[in-house]
């Protein structure tokens, strides 16, 4: 399976940053499986060219954005 293009990626975060605003209620999947809930704190951005990631509040280091859905709180 090939790497997501720098084109796609983008797109991913465009698609993010256009229903989910910084400050946004999400709700993130942590690497132990725990989901947490939480707000944004940036607009989804690539990172290094290889990845599309959010930084959230409370949450060390930014995460991928498959890891993290819009809260229904948003709505």
């Known amino acids: ?4 293009t720098a084109a796609a990626l983008q ?3 465009d698609t993010f940053n256009a229903v989910c605003s910084v400050g946004s209620p ?3 999947r942590m690497d132990c499986g725990d989901q947490v809930s ?3 704190r940036s607009s989804a ?3 290094s060219g290889h990845s599309a990631v959010i930084w959230l509040k409370n949450i060390s280091g ?3 954005l498959d ?6 709180e948003a709505y």
């Open 11 to 13: 797109a991913q975060c």
């Open 67 to 72: 890891r993290v859905t819009v809260s229904e």
């Open 38 to 40: 939480t707000v944004t």
């Open 45 to 47: 951005e690539v990172l």
């Open 1 to 4: 399976m090939r790497p997501p």
């Open 26 to 28: 999400v709700i993130v």
């Open 62 to 64: 930014c995460y991928l």
